[in-house]
């Protein structure tokens, strides 16, 4: 954090006639308050208490004689700054002694950790022209006494906790040139006396919980140059006598709850350099007078509900470095005259119904860092002309309707970090050239109609993070970049047709989420996986892998879901899947799984899903699902799973599970679905399933059981063997 100490201590009259008292009474009051202060703090201000030279040569505090006609020459003049940082100090202004401090010109102690409120004794600084205390922790109201420093042409509060409506009588501080308390919890109607402060060049309300309209009374403040009032809850329309502050080179209005149409009269702002609308609820077009703002660099109209097309015009700005126009109604084309705008770095298109091609001629903004043209309906190819804006970072073209193959030409992108083209109907290969991309992070082009290898180099420098192609038609081994790409956070191929053996597949310390399912995969799950410990999700259902499931997955403490359904795996479930405390969905169905009951299972108290047979899951939101069905257990059913007392479906046929039903099953109140059918088990139905309700119990009979339901109040479906009957009434 950047800290600053600086104190300007002016002297009454000229330095030489400065009496030793006063400088030891300002130098007393000084070490009082760094008493008050933390120790760290007293570190950071050991130069004070040096006597032989206090108080002007003490870190952070300078001397200064005020100017008028007989200041001798050599006498220092005006007001010097000196900012001292990583101070870090910590305290409050409560225990400083100001009225012993009355001469000072210059008080800043912004960005330091200082708590308490602003007392009322600040007052006494009658001489002050600047108070920076922005940075800080400072708490309570501002306080009506700054009015009586009328000599303040600086007040800087901002970046603070300051709670409460800022005083009316702030309005008496006539000299005001700079007044910023943004970034506070300050609420209420700005106050109307903000309009006696007309000599203000800069004010800063932005980031509070201010209410009501924009005050009539701005229209007063002539020489504002700087006027920041977003991030409130300010309603009402956009008064057009903004027009009128001529002198405007930044107006802020963003993120409140403005309406009305964007005026008109905010064309004659020819030296507003900044206009930030956005986050707002405007209507209308966007007024053709906003041309005439040939000096803006950056137009923010984003978030709004603006109809119509975006118009032409705007070509014209061409000191454009970011044009924010996302998330309003816009439609039409794209004007090829965006084209013009040489110096544009960012330019933010998205969520809007946008139509027709992307012109070429974007091609042309060779400083473009930023290109966001997503959540449209635009058509046709993507230009190869993108390829010239080789200072292109971010190309987000996802979620439209874009044909044709990714050009070769995103090759020559060499500082792009992230590319979207999730969701259009692109075809054709993922061009090797992506290969060359070594700042690549972010790589999606997930449900397009691609086909051909992944690029062999798409991994070659370590950058890759996001990489997902899910939903296409690729096909081929996974690379081998790809396969020790160590960088990698999230993976999706699931849903082509890649082959390949992924043995050698699970080198990745920061993988988070990975899904290879639903691809022509083989090999066998490395031990390796057991090193990916900020793994949640690993999923590599519907391939070919054999092998054992690795003992090493008991080491992703962080797994929420595992599913390696519908493979060859073989083996027992090792028992280490019982230390995945967090496990939620355990999936390991049809495969030639094999071995006694899983114990484990039941120490699972976060399951929600537990799917190990084969056939198609019908998703229900949090529903607790453990099946078992459909493979080769054997042994006894366990009795920890009487434990997961929130199961609601608990299927276990077509196995060999032998002997009694465990009675712990009686324990399942939420249990709605009971499948056991297809199994050796014997012995009498459990009397602890009386407790087990419903309204349409299903029971089945056969020779093998002994026992019947006296009573059945919840269970909907009962399978004990494969001949089940429907019985209505209560057995």
Known sequence: MFASLTII????????????????KQAGALLAWKATLSNHSQVSLQSWGNMSSAPCSWRGIRCAAPYNATTPASAPAGYHRCLSTGLKLRGSLESMDFSSLSTLATLDLSHNELA??????IEHLRELHALLLHGNQIRGSIPPALANLTKLTTLRLSDNKLVGSVPLEIGSLGMLKELSISVNQLENYIPTSIGNLTQLTTLHLNTNKFIGPIPRVIRNLVNLEDLQLGLNKLTGSIPAYLGNLTKLTALYLWDNNLSGHIPEELGRLINLEELGLSHNTLTGHIPPELGRLISLEKLGLSENTLTGSIPAYLGNLTKLTALYLWDNNLSGHIPEELGRLINLEELGLSTNTLTGHIPPELGRLINLEKLGLYENTLTGHIPPELGRSINLEILWLDDNTLIGPIPNSIGNLTKVTSIDLFLNQLSGHIPPEIGRLTRLAWFQASHNNLSGDLPSGICGRGQLKYFTVDGNNLVGPLPTSLLSCRSLIRVRLEGNQLEGDISKMGVHPNLVYIDISANRLFGQLSESWGECRNLTMLRASNNKITGFIPRSIGQLSLLRILDVSSNKLEGQIPPEIGGLSGLFNLSLGNNLLQGSFPQVIGTLKELEWVMIRSGTRNHK???????????????????????LVNLQDLYLSDNSFEGKIPSQLGNLNMLENLNLSHNALNGSIPSSFQSLSASYPWMCHTTNWKGRFHEVCSLKMLKLNGSCTIINSVV
């Open 116 to 121: 308490g409120s602003i007392p009322s004794s």
């Open 9 to 24: 201590l002016m002297m009454a009259t000229s330095v030489a006639l400065v009496s030793a008292a006063s400088l030891g």
């Open 621 to 643: 939101k949090n529903r607790t699902t453990l099946k078992l069905s459909h493979n080769h257990l054997n042994g006894n059913i366990s009795i920890e799973l009487g434990m």
